[in-house]
């Protein structure tokens, strides 16, 4: 093992390719998300409520206010910080430590070589070989100390200062010292005290957060866990539908005031709806049942618009740089693998990284180089399932948002290798997840940044983990964050 790649860089390595703690940050943020997302739409249901009691205001203002500042600044230090720093290990660190462990491989085989040689002239050619790999090698050392200077850099938590109940970004890059628990499922509380409270300082400040180390074990005990009741009344919004009246309409919200804690109304939030991509009937999904099928989807939500290309009209994200023109910007200043497939050949992930966050965001100032550097990595994350209903949930949840998406598809005629394209809408007839298909979607094509459909001979088809011999077994996306 050369002076470049150390014993600790080894170690790195070794963590980072066998473990998957990316996979459990990506499912961290859903949860989180998803959190959120449930406090604001209970908050919003209640401040519709016809309610009239002294205590409405008191309950919506010292503890609803407090539940959603909270959820919001927990929810914010996952995706700013374990969920950036995840990504910057598995997309930055760990192709770099890779390609460090290859030149040094090389290196060591040219030093064995030039041992074996007796005559200086023969020697020569090696120790040119030996001087180029010695340079580059060094290279990717300062890249990689770069990266881990970075990630160790995400150690700032909302309203607290970084301590031992803080499971701070560094944590990823120091797994030679101390591993994550992600497995346990002991997590410190005591008797009757709140979920949120799990998450606030001893003064009980909203400005309090703390990331309790046992990471994974609360995201799944925020979904799963009921608390004992104590004394204090809160307020649990109902909906009821009415199936009586031919139109199927939702008759008002009732509320009745029960006794609990205040985790009984995260319990009520994550009940609302409990998972992300629609699996869980709710009161949305019964008002999409009644919609007609000729519904304009864009007719009412900004984000999305029509699109008539390629003999077919299409419902596409309405990005900051409009779809067909960025394909032209892309095909036109080679941001695209063919622009040169001996350099570019390998990168289709990183290139749709561009893809995606240019038309969303706007920006005009990347190129080919800029796929070489991963850029744009650290805006995604990871979306893992084994169905593919859920799949497409996800990705027309994304698009209706104005979000292109990153989806792994086949990379060659048998799919047997993976390939990354860029989601970017669907065909008008869908009008709803439900009836989404993978031959509805229109693609931007890394390979060749060209606008594709996919229900035509020779199109991409969506490939999962366990086709492509990955060590996920099912269907996969990379989500703007």
């Known amino acids: 093992m050369s002076v470049y790649y150390s014993s600790k860089y080894q170690k790195y390595y070794d963590k980072l390719s066998s473990s998957n703690l990316n996979k459990v940050s990506s499912s961290i943020s859903l949860s989180v998300s998803d959190l959120a997302r449930n406090t604001l739409e209970f908050v919003s249901e209640f401040d519709g409520l016809s309610w009239t009691e002294l205590g409405k205001d008191e309950l919506k203002n010292n503890i609803l206010n407090s539940i959603v500042d909270g959820t919001n600044k927990f929810k914010n230090d996952v995706l700013n910080n374990l969920v950036k720093a995840s990504d910057m290990a598995y997309n930055d660190l760990l192709p770099l430590l890779s390609k460090l462990k290859d030149k040094d491989k090389e290196y060591e085989e040219l030093q064995s070589k030039v041992s074996s040689l007796d005559e200086d002239r023969d020697n020569h050619s090696y120790f040119v070989k030996i001087t180029v790999l010695e340079h580059e090698m060094s290279s990717l050392s300062r890249e990689i100390e770069s990266v881990i200077n970075s990630i160790k850099s995400l150690n700032s938590f909302s309203g607290t200062s970084k301590s031992d109940r803080v499971v701070?970004?560094?944590?990823?890059?120091?797994?030679?010292?101390?591993?994550i628990d992600t497995t346990s499922s002991k997590i410190p509380t005591s008797s009757g005290e709140s979920l949120i409270s799990m998450y606030q300082s001893s003064n009980n400040s909203t400005n309090g957060l703390v990331f309790n180390s046992n990471v994974k074990s609360i995201s799944e005990e925020v979904m799963r866990r009921k608390e004992e009741d104590d004394s204090s009344s809160v307020v649990k919004a109902a909906t009821k539908i009415d199936t009586t009246t031919s139109n199927k309409t939702m008759t008002k919200k009732k509320v009745n005031i029960l006794n609990g804690s205040q985790s009984d109304i995260v319990d009520r939030l994550i009940k609302i709806k409990k998972s992300k991509g629609g699996s869980s009937t709710t009161t949305n999904d019964i008002i999409n049942t009644n919609t007609s099928s000729s519904t304009d989807l864009t007719k009412n939500n900004s984000n999305i618009k029509k699109l008539t290309t390629l003999g077919e009209t299409f419902n596409v994200v309405n990005t900051a740089i409009d779809v067909n023109s960025y394909a032209q910007t892309a095909y036109t200043k080679g941001i695209r693998q063919d622009s040169n497939p001996a350099r570019y050949g390998d990168l289709c992930l990183a290139f749709s990284y561009v893809h995606a966050s240019n038309m969303y965001n706007g920006s005009t100032l990347d190129n080919a180089e800029s796929a070489l550097h991963w850029a744009h990595a650290a805006e995604f994350y990871d979306y893992f399932s084994?169905?593919?209903?859920?799949?497409?949930?996800?990705?027309?949840?994304?698009?209706?948002?104005?979000?292109?998406?990153?989806?792994?598809?086949?990379?060659?005629?048998?799919?047997t290798a993976r390939h990354f394209v860029t989601v970017v809408g669907f065909k008008d007839s869908v009008t709803s997840a439900s009836n989404l298909k993978d031959s509805d979607l229109l693609i931007l094509d890394s390979w060749d940044g060209k606008i594709e459909r996919m229900d035509q001979s020779g199109s991409r088809f969506m490939t999962t983990g366990a086709q492509t011999g990955k060590s996920y077994s099912g269907y996969y996306l990379r989500i703007l964050k």
């Open 168 to 179: 701070s970004a560094s944590s990823l890059i120091d797994v030679t010292d101390k591993r």
């Open 386 to 415: 084994d169905s593919k209903q859920e799949i497409m949930n996800q990705i027309y949840t994304q698009v209706t948002s104005g979000k292109p998406v990153i989806l792994q598809v086949n990379g060659n005629s048998s799919g």
